[in-house]
């Protein structure tokens, strides 16, 4: 069996990095903009991102995630103050570890 992602569970932790981080990062040109200006604040997110995904992820590692999964975390974060910043670290998350596999 594939691994599966509690978008729920993840939700909820996206929600505690943004707090914690006090992030509002909501699109891609912000984002970088947050890279340029904030580049270890920005390798922390990084770190919490990928802790959340594992927590989230059930039955393996969130690497091995299916399409479905992916496009789950991809919407995610859609019409939600500050959790967009997460859920795109997540993705950057992922695509790199796509690449270094």
């Known amino acids: 069996m594939a691994p599966t992602l ?3 569970l993840f ?7 943004r707090n914690d981080m006090n992030l509002y990062v909501n ?3 912000e984002m970088q903009a947050f890279i340029q200006t904030y580049p270890e604040q920005y390798q ?3 770190k919490k991102a990928r802790a959340a ?12 995630l299916g399409e479905e999964d992916l ?10 103050q500050g959790i967009e910043g997460v859920c795109i ?3 950057i998350v992922m695509t790199k570890s796509f690449v270094d596999a």
């Not at 496009?71 to 939600?80: D, E, F, I, P, V």
Request: proline content about 0%; aromatic content about 2%; hydrophobic content about 45%.
């Open 6 to 8: 509690n978008i729920e």
């Open 11 to 17: 939700m909820k932790l996206a929600l505690i990095i």
């Open 27 to 29: 699109t891609e040109s």
């Open 44 to 46: 922390l997110l990084l």
């Open 53 to 64: 995904l594992e927590i989230s992820t059930c039955g393996g590692s969130f690497e091995l």
């Open 71 to 80: 496009h789950k975390l991809q919407g995610a974060g859609n019409g939600n």
């Open 89 to 91: 670290a997540a993705r």
